[in-house]
């Protein structure tokens, strides 16, 4: 229905176009004038960058620290357990058969008796074929080839005896022989080096020296002796032998 002026009574032309009132327009406008416009889109400083590349490193600083701490723990913990290595100690020297003869061959059957400590607590050693020599000075007496193999758990010592036949050993140096036989004869009493070896250049390689042990003979039975001095308990064995170990293939976790 249409009214004056060629509009209908709901406010739109005769084509159809509606009109809204000028105060809806108003208020349109003032509420977007109210809202606030975003700022204006701006690059960091200088300033702000460098205190960021500053921020990062430090991070990085403390986490570097901290790793190289972590890691020296560690090397120590390591290195605790790998340098504790066995300790042998000599514990009796006993000889029978004994004879010098004039042409300086020594003849004697020996018994060497070794008290072996692991104080690893993770690791075990063994070693499989040690040579027990027997010196006077520096003049090799006799050897024991057929000690046992030697393998010890983790904290745990063991006793270990080797023998040998009675060999007879020529000693070349004359002065040497000489020099034994007085001691044998006239004061019953011979001080030997005692050496336990294992060389292996694919597994490890194992010295123990006990220096100055000596071996008295009675006026009785002069072809017998044995080691004076025996160690009363274990630690007194052990402060008469030193021991050096290179570990390659020697040591297991089971």
């Not at 011979?190 to 050496?195: E, G, L, S, Y």
Request: with cysteine; hydrophobic share 40%; net charge neutral.
């Amino acid at each position: 229905m249409e009214a004056a002026g060629g509009k209908n009574v709901y406010g739109s032309y005769a084509i159809g176009i509606p009109l809204y009132p000028a105060t809806s327009t108003a208020a349109n406008a003032s509420i977007n004038a109210e809202q606030p416009s975003a700022p204006p889109l701006t690059q960091p400083t200088t300033r702000q960058r460098h205190l960021s590349a500053t921020a990062i490193a430090a991070y990085m600083l403390m986490f570097l620290a901290s790793a190289l701490c972590v890691a020296s723990v560690v090397l120590l913990v390591l290195l605790f357990v790998f340098t504790q290595s066995p300790k042998f100690g000599l514990t009796s020297v006993s000889v029978s058969k004994f004879n010098i003869s004039s042409g300086s061959e020594i003849t004697a059957e020996w018994e060497v008796g070794f008290l072996v400590r692991n104080p690893n607590p993770v690791w075990r050693h063994w070693f499989d074929h040690p040579v027990v020599s027997v010196y006077y000075r520096d003049q090799l007496v006799s050897e024991l080839e057929s000690f046992p193999q030697v393998k010890i758990p983790r904290k745990t010592t063991q006793s270990y005896m080797g023998k040998t036949v009675a060999l007879g050993k020529r000693i070349e140096d004359r002065e040497v022989a000489e020099a034994m036989a007085r001691d044998w004869s006239e004061k019953g009493v011979v001080a030997f080096t005692i050496r336990l070896l294992e060389t292996n250049y694919d597994y490890t390689n194992m010295k123990v020296t006990c220096g100055d042990v000596e071996v008295g003979f009675s006026r009785s039975k002069p072809q017998e002796g044995t080691m004076l001095l025996q160690q009363s308990n274990d630690s007194e064995a052990f402060t008469r032998c030193s021991t050096y170990v290179l570990y390659q293939n020697s040591i297991s976790l089971f």
